[in-house]
């Protein structure tokens, strides 16, 4: 498939460009999806994933700024066969037809995939229900490897998707755009959105006889990246690295989020809905 000549500055996220593609694998194609909520450190665990060169580039591509990206790559139409207009409407909404979606990540898979045959995909929950309601994964992908990655303290997960919402700071090396306030009834949505994704999660893979591979949780991965780094290699049939490059990301916790905390903690739960607020693009 040609490409069409862009500049950098086209992009919303600069690894979707040509050069981050990596060689086209030789063997059967592979897939393993991160099976996660917003704040739990999946994007730590990408980055680390990709830089161990065995299995593949795992990245948020179903994230509606990833489609956008690639279908500036790729064409205006490319992704439903037909109008620039229609594949505009299709990302604004969702679900995508699935043929569509298989095409999108069969695609990916050409040019996102590790020498062994692994394709890795990070999928948060919301961006799972926008693109295909209740349907299911595997009949687009085929066989996946389900890694379970979750976060033990809700509230702090809670706090730190309410503060990336405001402030649109969602990794530590980004500047924020706007203050971050003190929303309680905000954080109580999400906390509560953030146990139906969970619950939804299981009830996914409960109804489909489905047992991940790994469940990693975010205190995990911050206290040891390398251990669990190399508790998805195992699970993957690869072999263990000794070591891994610096991170660019740290965890963005801090004295406003302690506060937060303690105020949060300290006043009755307020009356809203459960999921009021979910569903960052």
Same mark, same amino acid.
């Given at each position: ?81 037909? $109008?620039? =207009? %229609? ?5 604004? #909404?969702?679900? @995508?037809?699935?043929?569509? &979606?298989? +095409?999108? /990540?069969?695609?990916?898979? $050409?040019? =996102? %995939? ?5 394709? #890795?995909?990070? @999928?948060?929950?919301?961006? &799972?229900? +926008?693109? /295909? ?25 809670? /706090? ?122």
């Amino acid at each position: 498939m040609r490409e069409r000549p862009l500049g950098r500055t086209s992009f919303l996220k600069l690894r979707n460009r040509v050069e981050h593609d990596l060689p086209r694998p030789t063997v059967a194609p592979r897939t393993y999806v991160i099976a996660s909520t917003p704040r739990c450190g999946s994007t730590l665990l990408c980055h680390a994933l990709w830089s161990t060169e065995r299995v593949g580039a795992p990245r948020e591509y179903l994230n509606p700024a990833q489609l956008r990206d690639w279908t500036l790559r790729l064409g205006p139409g490319w992704l439903l066969h037909g $109008s620039a =207009r %229609s594949s505009r409407r299709a990302l604004a #909404g969702g679900p @995508l037809p699935q043929p569509a &979606l298989r +095409r999108y /990540l069969n695609e990916l898979r $050409s040019r =996102r %995939s590790g020498p062994s045959g692994w394709f #890795g995909l990070k @999928l948060h929950h919301h961006h &799972l229900v +926008r693109w /295909l309601g209740q349907g299911d994964l595997e009949s687009v992908l085929g066989p996946i490897h389900w890694i379970h990655l979750r976060r033990e303290d809700r509230i702090g997960q809670a /706090l730190s998707w309410v503060r990336a919402r405001q402030t649109g700071r969602w990794a530590s090396h980004a500047p924020g755009l706007l203050p971050a306030r003190y929303d309680p009834r905000a954080i109580r949505a999400t906390v509560d959105a953030l146990i139906l994704a969970e619950n939804d999660w299981k009830a996914r893979w409960r109804r489909a006889g489905i047992h991940p591979r790994l469940t990693l949780t975010y205190e995990e991965l911050c206290a040891d990246p390398l251990a669990c780094v190399n508790r998805v290699l195992k699970a993957l049939g690869e072999s263990p690295v000794e070591a891994l490059a610096a991170p660019s990301l740290k965890p963005q916790a801090d004295t406003l989020s302690a506060q937060w905390r303690a105020r949060y903690l300290a006043t009755p739960r307020p009356d809203t809905p459960a999921a009021a607020g979910y569903g960052h693009p």
